[in-house]
């Protein structure tokens, strides 16, 4: 059985069976200088015949999925799982940066339909309702991560950027974005919420994470900005 490859920004990576790759700020696949984001963040190693994708930080979480979009695990700090579909999408956010890598695999453990489910700590996908507008919301704050050709990083915008990129008031953006938010966070969306009663901070940068890697917007939704964008003040 071949090892798997991991594909960033348009390059490959060669994982060698018996040898953890590390990936982080400072490791066999330096993601970024961010400082935000750890030295040694995530590792894939071999052990009793499985590749596992390891949470070796204390800080941040990873959003891991399969291709279609329908299984998807939260990669908490010292949490692991074995690579058994032969693509897993890696998301992770570090300061106001999403980044994004695929783990490749020859080897298919298992199949995805329609009402998938892996174990504890995974999310089968449903069909969530979205409103124009939150739909529009989140195609904002997607935008660049949405526009990448192959998995790499992008930025998340300031919510007072994402307003103006629709010509929404501060106010009323927030409070979509927070209605929103709730609305995942009461169908078992982990990490958008930061404790009883209030949202998370780093809620936008989840909501990126979730939205792209369970497909609840894509690359075709970003006409939407197009049409939405406020129009340019005549003279």
């Given at each position: 059985m071949k090892a798997p490859r991991i594909e960033f920004c348009g390059e490959w990576y060669d994982l060698t069976p018996g040898e953890p790759f590390f990936v982080g700020r400072e490791s066999d696949l330096v993601i970024d200088e961010n400082p935000f984001l750890h030295r040694r963040f995530l590792s894939?190693?071999?052990?009793?015949?499985?590749?596992?994708?390891s949470n070796v930080g204390n800080l941040l979480a990873a959003t891991v999925t399969d291709t279609t979009g329908q299984v998807q695990a939260w990669l908490a700090p010292g949490a692991r799982l074995p690579v058994v579909f032969p693509e897993l999408q890696v998301m992770f956010?570090?300061?106001?940066?999403?980044?994004?890598?695929?783990?490749?695999?020859?080897?298919?453990?298992?199949?995805t339909t329609s009402?998938?489910?892996?174990?504890?700590?995974?999310?089968?996908?449903?069909?969530?309702?979205?409103t124009?507008?939150?739909r529009l919301l989140i195609v904002a704050l997607a935008e660049n991560?949405?526009?990448q050709d192959s998995p790499g990083r992008g930025e998340i915008p300031a919510s007072a950027d994402a307003a103006a990129r629709l010509g929404w008031t501060q106010t009323a953006f927030n409070r979509k974005l927070d209605?929103?938010?709730?609305?995942?966070?009461?169908?078992?969306?982990?990490?958008?919420?930061?404790?009883?009663?209030?949202?998370?901070?780093?809620?936008?940068?989840?909501?990126?994470e979730y939205a792209v890697s369970s497909r609840?917007?894509?690359?075709?939704?970003?006409?939407?900005?197009?049409?939405?964008?406020?129009?340019?003040?005549t003279n």
């Open positions: 894939i190693s071999q052990e009793n015949g499985l590749w596992w994708l956010s570090a300061g106001s940066t999403t980044y994004e890598f695929t783990i490749h695999s020859e080897s298919e453990y298992f199949g009402l998938t489910t892996m174990q504890a700590g995974t999310t089968t996908v449903g069909p969530v309702h979205l124009s507008s939150q991560v949405l526009k209605n929103v938010c709730d609305k995942l966070d009461r169908i078992g969306v982990r990490g958008l919420r930061g404790g009883r009663g209030k949202l998370a901070t780093g809620r936008r940068a989840r909501l990126v609840l917007v894509d690359a075709a939704d970003l006409v939407l900005l197009d049409r939405e964008a406020p129009a340019p003040p």
